[in-house]
């Protein structure tokens, strides 16, 4: 390893897509139908590197605000400019909301599901202890456990033996 191999990437042209906007399925939109990317697209030029750079960064400063669409305009652009059907718009709201009321009632349940796992799992560890079932971990665990216990009481005993004896 005499020489360090030098690399380099470069990038000389940008084939530009436009994607085909559809009704979307994001349940995030409060209100209006969504509005999603479809995988279909057109190439629809090829620009230079440097040029779409810089085209690109004064666009930006500018983009932030450009993306939010307000539910109207959501609406108009999927009927009238791509042609969706007012039946269409409809169907996805009401899924969207219906996403919604499920995320809120897993959000809701959360705690209790924590709870519920953990009664499960502590009566199933006393049900398999009451069976005498031992596995290995098992053994383990009550190793553990009765270490802890004698060794605490190992330390108490001394403890009051030393403060005993100083006394």
Not at 60 to 66: A, E, H, I, Q, T
Request: proline fraction near 2%; charged fraction near 35%; aromatic fraction near 8%.
């Amino acid at each position: 390893s005499s020489a360090r191999m030098r690399r380099n990437v470069s990038f000389h042209s940008v084939d530009v897509r436009e994607y085909d906007r559809i009704v979307g399925d994001n349940p995030s939109c409060r209100a209006g139908p969504p509005l999603s990317l479809d995988w279909s697209y057109a190439k629809t030029y090829e620009k230079d590197f440097e040029e779409f750079e810089q085209e690109r960064s004064t666009n930006r400063l500018n983009s932030v605000r450009k993306l939010h669409v307000n539910k109207y305009k959501r609406k108009n652009l999927l009927a009238f400019n791509w042609g969706h059907s007012e039946e269409e718009l409809k169907e996805a709201r009401r899924e969207t909301k219906k996403m919604q009321r499920q995320r809120s009632m897993t959000q809701l349940m959360l705690p209790v599901q924590r709870v519920e796992e953990a009664y499960c799992s502590i009566k199933n560890f006393i049900k398999k202890k009451k069976k005498g079932g031992k596995t290995e971990e098992d053994a383990e665990d009550w190793s553990d456990i009765s270490n802890s216990a004698s060794t605490k009481a190992s330390t108490k005993s001394s403890y009051q033996h030393h403060r005993a004896s100083n006394t």
